[in-house]
């Protein structure tokens, strides 16, 4: 019988790998998953200094998760369950000796990964402590952001800083900034950033600005000169995709990860005896790991 191994990317990306078979049996048993996921919907990470929505505006203020990003992970919590819990992968009571939950040291992942496992393993039976309360305690585990070289995209590396400061040399991205000098002139003026804001970090008013507009709220006139929105996405994605846009930084960033993920495929598929191995690895991030 082969044995399956999944790596579970929310929301990009499913893998399926097939382990070595063990027998000439055709059929495959899934015998471990691995889930990378995003936190959920949030408030923006900063304001603009010309935004009318400043920190007092959002509920717990800037960077948090939201209700609706509770929502969101209570709803895969609860997919988690009918995919492996209803399918007997897991039992149905939550066992340490099966799952464990890692995060990067930021509220809002912190949270998606407790909401979400408070609809994976809402407690039963001998697990009800409170009969009034649907929820019990889960660890969930983390790090300090400056030694977190697997989750975090704030870790210190300076060889990808070294690598990244000679992108923002090259000629690629000199050239693109020139063809962009004078929206991005308007954007600082209209922003209040006064020059600050560059391709590299024009995250600085984007992300304000796209999750005001999710959020139908009140947008300044300026956001409403033609192609403001399109430029804005394509300079947005541009710089993003530009953190990673070489092999060797993609490797720095998102190789750690990696490298503890197929760890436990090895491990998982080398043991003689898996009764102990944990079967089910929960990482909680944010968007850059993804993007690697």
């Known amino acids: 019988m082969d044995r399956a191994v999944i790596v579970l990317c929310v929301p990009v990306l499913l893998l399926v790998v097939g382990a070595e078979a063990r027998s000439s049996d055709a059929s495959q048993t899934l015998e471990l998953v691995q889930v990378l996921f995003r936190h959920g919907d949030r408030s923006p990470v900063d304001a603009y200094p010309t935004d009318r929505y400043q920190e007092d505006f959002w509920p717990q203020g800037f960077g948090q998760l939201t ?35 890692w995060s990067t040291d ?19 039976g001998r697990q009800v ?25 704030s870790a210190d590396c300076p060889k990808y800083t070294h690598l990244q ?7 690629e991205y000199v050239n693109m900034s ?19 804001v560059e391709i590299t970090n024009i995250y600085t008013v984007a992300d304000p600005l796209r999750i005001e507009r999710l959020k139908k709220l009140t947008l300044p006139k300026w956001t409403n000169e ?21 092999t060797a930084k993609a490797q720095l960033r998102g190789g750690p990860l990696l490298g503890l993920m197929i ?3 090895k491990e998982w598929i080398e043991a003689k005896d898996t009764e102990d191995l944990v ?10 790991l993804l993007l690697c």
């Open 263 to 265: 760890k436990n495929m």
């Open 67 to 101: 209700q609706e990003g509770m929502r969101q992970h209570y709803e895969l919590g609860h997919f988690f369950r009918k995919q492996y819990i209803g399918t007997h992968f897991l039992s149905a009571n939550y066992s340490r000796n099966q799952i464990v939950i």
């Open 178 to 196: 020139n063809k962009y000098k004078k929206y991005l002139e308007r954007l600082n003026t209209n922003s209040g950033f006064n020059g600050s």
């Open 129 to 153: 402590w409170n009969s009034s309360l649907l929820w019990q305690p889960i660890p969930v585990h983390t790090m300090p952001e400056s030694e977190d070289y697997y989750l975090s995209y």
């Open 279 to 288: 079967r089910f690895h929960m990482y909680s991030a944010d968007s850059c």
């Open 165 to 171: 400061n000679e992108s923002l040399r090259g000629e």
């Open 226 to 246: 033609t192609g403001f929105w399109d430029t804005l996405t394509f300079l947005f994605t541009y710089a993003m995709e530009q953190l990673f846009d070489s």
């Open 106 to 124: 930021v509220d809002r992942t912190l949270m998606s990964a407790a909401v979400d496992l408070a609809g994976f393993f809402p407690p039963t």
